[in-house]
């Protein structure tokens, strides 16, 4: 079995978590902050959408530049969470079927993230894969439930029940 084709059960089963989450984002509190230093609920939420996108970029290209110009603010306000939803959609699906292409040569290719032209890291893709984009992922989803907990929205089962799904 390659690469790619172990790495599509934990890729469904997180991409299907993360659209949970998403699928909860109430546009009506798009600018709500936990804090003045924290990203704002739209910024967070479209940051985590974005992660689909980062990992079809990591498996198709050989480098990414931060300052680059192939960069777009995705992080800008979302204006319904349908919407939202669409655009993660969209990359999810783009996402996986690169990745079902991914030959295990590719997986172990160094791939190199830079901002303004200055090296921050060089990685096998595989090591990009798990650590920037998927555990990157699962880490900004952990704070967005954060998030819809301080709003007081009931959080889904994602591992396992939460006290908003318990039963008994």
Request: charged share 20%; glycine share 4%; hydrophobic share 45%.
């Amino acid at each position: 079995m390659s690469i790619a084709l172990a790495l599509l059960p934990e890729f469904d089963a997180e991409m299907s978590n993360t659209r949970k989450v998403l699928a909860l984002v109430p546009a009506l509190h798009a600018a709500w902050k936990p804090h003045d230093k924290s990203f704002s609920l739209s910024s967070l939420a479209m940051h985590l959408a974005n992660f689909p996108n980062w990992g079809a970029m990591t498996v198709s290209e050989d480098e990414l530049d931060l300052a680059g110009a192939n960069m777009t603010d995705r992080r800008a306000p979302f204006s319904t969470t349908e919407a939202l939803l669409g655009a993660y959609d969209a990359d999810v699906s783009a996402f996986r079927e690169t990745l079902n292409h991914t030959s295990d040569d590719a997986m172990h290719e160094m791939w190199t993230l830079k901002h303004g032209g200055v090296t921050l890291f060089t990685l096998p893709r595989l090591a990009v894969l798990r650590t920037s984009v998927l555990n990157h992922m699962i880490h900004h989803r952990g704070q967005l439930t954060v998030y819809l907990r301080l709003l007081d929205v009931p959080l889904p089962d994602l591992y396992g029940p939460t006290a908003d799904t318990k039963r008994g």
